[in-house]
C-alpha cells in the first residue's frame, strides 16, 4: 500500500457501508474522513479540506442536495454522489446542484 497524501471524506449514514467504503480506500493509500450526518460532513469538509467528498444523498439530518448546494458556495472540491436513488432524474438534480459526478448503489470497489 502506498500513501497518496489524498484524503476522501465519506459522508453516508449506513456504517456497513462506511465501512467497506474505507476499507477500499484506505488499502488504495488514501486517508478517510467519515461523517453519518449532514452537519458532521460540512464541519469535517470545512476544517479538513478533502481531495474528494462521497456523498449519500439519504442522510438522517436532511437531503444531501442541500450540502451539495452550500459546499458549492464556497468550494470546489469533488463530488461524487453515492446514493440508492437511481432515477434519472435524481441523477441530473444532483449535478445540476453541483456534483461532479453520480455512482448509484449498489456498486463494485473494483
Known amino acids: 500500500m502506498t500513501d497518496t497524501g489524498q484524503t476522501i471524506l465519506v459522508i453516508e449514514d449506513e456504517p456497513q457501508m462506511r465501512k467497506f467504503v474505507r476499507a477500499s480506500l484506505t488499502s488504495h493509500g488514501f486517508q478517510v474522513l467519515e461523517a453519518a450526518t449532514m452537519r458532521e460532513g460540512e464541519a469535517l469538509a470545512t476544517t479538513h479540506g478533502p481531495h474528494l467528498i462521497l456523498l449519500d444523498l ?21 463530488i461524487l ?10 441523477k441530473v438534480d444532483a449535478l445540476d446542484a453541483g456534483a461532479d459526478d453520480y455512482l448509484t448503489k449498489p456498486f463494485g470497489a473494483a
Open 58 to 78: 439519504g442522510l438522517p439530518d436532511g437531503d444531501g442536495m442541500t450540502l451539495v448546494r452550500r459546499l458549492r458556495e464556497w468550494s470546489r472540491v469533488p
Open 81 to 90: 454522489v453515492v446514493s440508492a436513488r437511481g432515477r434519472e432524474a435524481d
